[in-house]
């Protein structure tokens, strides 16, 4: 009986999915959307002869950045994760340091914490938005830590819990509001993972607007790309005037003098890479809309089925719909659906492994984590690019 449960769902679903999307294998999860633009502003770069760190398009690429976010300054990178690198760094983490942040997302969002010495404290996760729960993370820092002389300390291991590192899971915008006054209260750093959520809003304002520091990623798999790449966003002057010196080998400015003032990385974008940024910004208006779309399709796919259900954007969330998110019952469906799919090339993928079950993070401090386990066994993301055009509405 529970086989053929599963069956009978897990089929419906791949019929469901050979019916909408195009005919063609394999169908990757998520591929990027390059039009000949792209290539007349990289040629434009070559010609140049700037192909390096310093350059016309890096300065266009942030200003663009800047103007489509609303958030004061821009400073891109080589990655995402020099970007949170360089935002950990601002925020004043130290070795030694905690670093609040989500069990369930890429494992780029703890690297930067642990290589700087400092320790990733896993938090549990939101069913409604993906993000980190403040109402769970209150009652755990309640349980855990105790303010002393304007620090946040954790009472079981004596450290300070310096910052909480939100992501915007999938595109969709965490509770800022709440979590924004959470860290005031807990006196914590606030700084947004904005890696996938380049374009998604919530109450009408640009994910990284409540975080004193945010990162953006341009990885080949983001919703734009630069090959690979990153950006520093922040409102304020003087921590944008740090970040670019920080990216910059903290060099001196001077006609001829090498003089640097701190140890610091050669961590910003080449114009090569900005030219394609800039292209791709160009086109975000048009890759959003056809993402929404797809979502759209999604949605009327599934809607009527029951056991599996289309994770849809928050309440107040305009999201990017970076990558469309279906819910299984449970584990076992999830990983029988993964098998038949890729058996018929449609590339389908499961969330990220919670960070404290990957050897190296096992030992980290961290909370319960009921939501992110079950969201981990549950989910599959399903192929989300831009240029994806729905083959048949699906109606029964
Ligand atoms: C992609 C990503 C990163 C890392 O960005 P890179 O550009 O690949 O270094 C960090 N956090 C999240 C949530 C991501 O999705």
Not at 338 to 354: I, M, N, V
Request: net charge negative.
């Amino acid at each position: 009986m529970q086989q053929a449960a599963t069956h009978n769902l897990v089929d419906n679903v791949l019929v469901r999915l050979q019916a909408l999307l195009p005919a063609t294998r394999p169908i990757p999860l998520h591929e990027p959307d390059l039009q000949p633009d792209a290539w007349e502003m990289v040629k434009d770069c070559l010609d140049s002869g700037w192909v390096s760190s310093v350059g016309a398009y890096v300065d266009r690429f942030e200003q663009g950045l800047a103007e489509h976010t609303d958030i004061g300054h821009a400073v891109a990178t080589v990655n995402g994760t020099a970007a949170l690198h360089t935002c950990l760094l601002l925020a004043g983490v130290q070795p030694g340091d905690e670093v609040l942040l989500p069990a369930l997302t890429f494992v780029g969002t703890a690297n930067p914490v642990a290589a700087m010495g400092a320790i990733p404290h896993f938090v549990d996760s939101e069913a409604a938005t993906l993000g980190v729960d403040p109402v769970a993370l209150d009652a755990h820092l309640d349980r855990v830590a105790e303010q002393r002389g304007g620090v946040c300390i954790n009472r079981q291991t004596g450290r300070p819990i310096r910052a909480l590192v939100v992501v915007h899971v999938l595109g969709h915008v965490a509770d800022m509001p709440a979590l924004r006054a959470l860290a005031d209260r807990h006196r914590l750093k606030l700084i947004e993972d904005a890696a996938e959520a380049l374009g998604s809003l919530r109450d009408g304002r640009h994910a990284g607007h409540w975080g004193d520091l945010t990162a953006l990623s341009f990885n080949g798999n983001k919703v734009i790309t630069t090959g690979g790449g990153g950006a520093v966003l922040t409102g304020d002057p003087d921590l944008a005037r740090r970040a670019r010196h920080l990216t910059t080998t903290a060099k001196l400015p001077h006609a001829w003098a090498f003089e640097h003032d701190e140890v610091a990385f050669n961590y910003r974008l080449p114009n090569l890479n900005a030219a394609l940024g800039v292209a791709q910004l160009e086109r975000l208006a048009r890759l959003l809309a056809a993402k929404r779309r797809l979502a759209g399709a999604y949605a009327q796919a599934f809607s009527g089925l029951d056991g599996a259900r289309l994770f849809v954007e928050p309440p107040g969330c305009h999201s990017n719909h970076w990558l469309n998110l279906l819910l299984l019952p449970d584990r076992a469906q999830r990983d029988a659906l993964l098998t038949e799919t890729h058996a018929d090339g449609l590339l389908l993928r499961p969330f990220w492994t919670p960070l404290h079950r990957l050897s190296m993070y096992a030992d980290m401090p961290r909370a319960e984590l009921p939501v992110a386990e079950d969201l981990f066994a549950r989910g599959v993301c399903l192929p989300s690019s831009a240029n994806l055009v729905p083959a048949t509405q699906v109606t029964a």
